[in-house]
């Protein structure tokens, strides 16, 4: 399946929603990112949610980083809004149909996420 730039960026944006603190607490993951990134980002937006800011950063030419916590760097990944667009659509199409569908949760997010950072699903 192919999703325009925009549909991944909204698939992505649900799925940070859903299920980055999942991610982060069940896999001993940090998601990080250059402070200033994440200031000048929100300055951007009007009453920005976390993970509109998050969004914003990588459409402003930045990353986001998962730092592994718990596997001693082995998980470390780093992604930006091209790996958005390109690996979004790649999520098995099962969970992909479910979210189109707006039938998702936060199993559905952490497949999604799963996907855009390890470009395959990794963990559960």
Do not use: W
Not at 39 to 50: E, I, Y
Not at 58 to 76: A, H
């Amino acid at each position: 399946m192919t999703l325009t730039p925009q549909e991944s960026e909204e698939l992505f944006h649900t799925a940070l929603c859903n299920g980055l603190a999942y991610i982060e607490c069940g896999y001993d993951l940090d998601l990080t990112y250059k402070r200033k990134d994440y200031v000048d980002a929100s300055k951007k937006l009007t009453s920005p949610c976390h993970e509109d800011t998050l969004i914003q950063i990588l459409k402003d030419g930045n990353s986001l980083t998962l730092v592994d916590i718990g596997y001693e760097g082995e998980y470390t990944r780093t992604i930006t809004l091209k790996d958005v667009h390109e690996r979004v659509q790649n999520t098995p199409i099962r969970h992909l149909m479910d979210a189109i569908n707006e039938n998702d949760d936060a199993v559905t997010a952490d497949v999604i996420l799963q996907q855009v950072f390890f470009n395959e699903t990794i963990f559960g």
